[in-house]
């Protein structure tokens, strides 16, 4: 955690302050969705918000999941599309940026996505470079736009979502503008939003189980899910914790 009131040479104008916003905001550093921990201006008119870890950007960094070295960029300095590496979104903005031909991208909030997430049960999710099974959520080791992009995996293998599976279930949300209305959190829709981004049921089920196996199966999934959301987007807030608590107690 750094410190609370910093300058940052992107808004140089003025300080920024740590706040733990209780809506989504979009970064002015990497322009990716944020829910978490940040820094914004304290200036009322500005609404400048920068991600915890695009304000605290090193000038390198190193990955485990990789071999080269890692250069921060505050603009991707090769090529014209580009896309993260783990998360499989656009590179608007802040990038770590390696030094190969076809290099690698990652937003320096994907850079530092815990390798593993437990459950209140105990269960873990551990974050992969290559999935050994197929996402739950589009059935496939490759994301939508042909990213391999990382996944988090649970300890039996079975239950897979790629980090860019649950990040475009929450921005298709979030652009449906289901978050935020006439300026509040709606905490009804944001509720109804977040559970449409559970994957659908069948997803998770083999024929021929019983239906309390079915039920357990779904309730681990949704468990999944929750807990990337929360490592995408932020430890939870209290908004989230209370939608977690009403998911699991279907
Ligand atoms: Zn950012
Ligand atoms: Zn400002
Ligand atoms: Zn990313
Ligand atoms: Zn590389
Ligand atoms: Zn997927």
Redesign the pocket.
Known sequence: MGLTRIKHSSHSEHFLLLKYPQEPYRCEGCKELGLGPCYECEHEDCSFYLHEECANATPSAFHSF???SLKFHSRAPQGDERFCDACGQDVLGFVYQ???KN??DYHPSCLKLRRTLTAEDGRKLHLEEKPPSKCLNCRSTRTSNGIKGWSYVSSCGHYCYHVACVKDMILENWRKGYFVQDGNVNEATYYRALQSSIPHREVALPSGRSSSKIIQIWRKAKTAVMLIISALFGDPTALISLLIQQLLSD
Do not use: A, E
């Open positions: 990789l071999k080269c390696c030094k190969h290099p690698h």
